[in-house]
């Protein structure tokens, strides 16, 4: 049962050659960071709004520029916050296309190699070198879609979020 479920998994990871185990581990980490983002926003992040709000809210002046520095002060700290790791997100989207690039060229290299040992004339003996190099540029793809997709939801939720804030911290009083 267990050789039989992961059997399609095993011979997808053994046709797309070496480079697929280093995409696989890009988009966990890309969706580990994804995760966490999900869980600060669900768990945390209602927790350090109430916090910067009462802070804002128990002050007893806020026309002056000190209070326009604090108020600001609390929203850039909400803002780092709400931002963590999505510099780090964009950037393992940006590499996972170049990782399944670099595999269709290891691949591209097998292939030659074959060429080089029995001729152009054997498909068969080709179709290996040709599979690791496809293999892996679809995987590449297919993580990069699925990151700018999570990310691209995250920064927007971000935005309003950080226009949401500024809304509760208002200068009344």
């Not at 797309?16 to 994804?34: K, N, Q, T």
């Not at 926003?41 to 709000?53: E, N, P, Q, T, Y």
């Not at 190699?113 to 080709?126: E, R």
Request: proline share 2%.
């Amino acid at each position: 049962m267990f050789s039989t479920l992961y059997e399609p998994v095993y011979l997808f990871m053994e046709r797309g050659g070496e480079v697929l185990y280093a995409i696989m581990g890009l988009v966990f980490i890309l969706w580990l960071l994804v995760l966490e983002r999900v869980g600060y926003i669900l768990f945390g992040h209602r927790s350090a709004v109430a916090a910067a709000v009462a802070e804002w809210e128990a002050r007893s002046e806020r026309r002056s520029w000190s209070a326009h520095q604090i108020r600001q002060d609390l929203l850039c700290h909400l803002s780092m916050q709400l931002q963590a790791n999505i510099s780090t997100i964009r950037m393992l989207v940006g590499l996972a296309p170049l990782f399944g690039l670099l595999g269709t060229v290891w691949g591209m290299i097998e292939v030659f190699d074959v060429m080089a040992l029995m001729g152009s004339g054997s498909p068969k003996a080709m179709a290996s070198g040709i599979s690791k190099a496809t293999i892996p540029t679809m995987a590449g793809m297919v993580g990069a879609i699925t990151g700018v997709f999570a990310r691209s939801l995250l920064e927007r939720f971000i935005r309003r979020e950080q226009m949401r804030i500024e809304d509760k911290l208002t200068f009344d009083h």
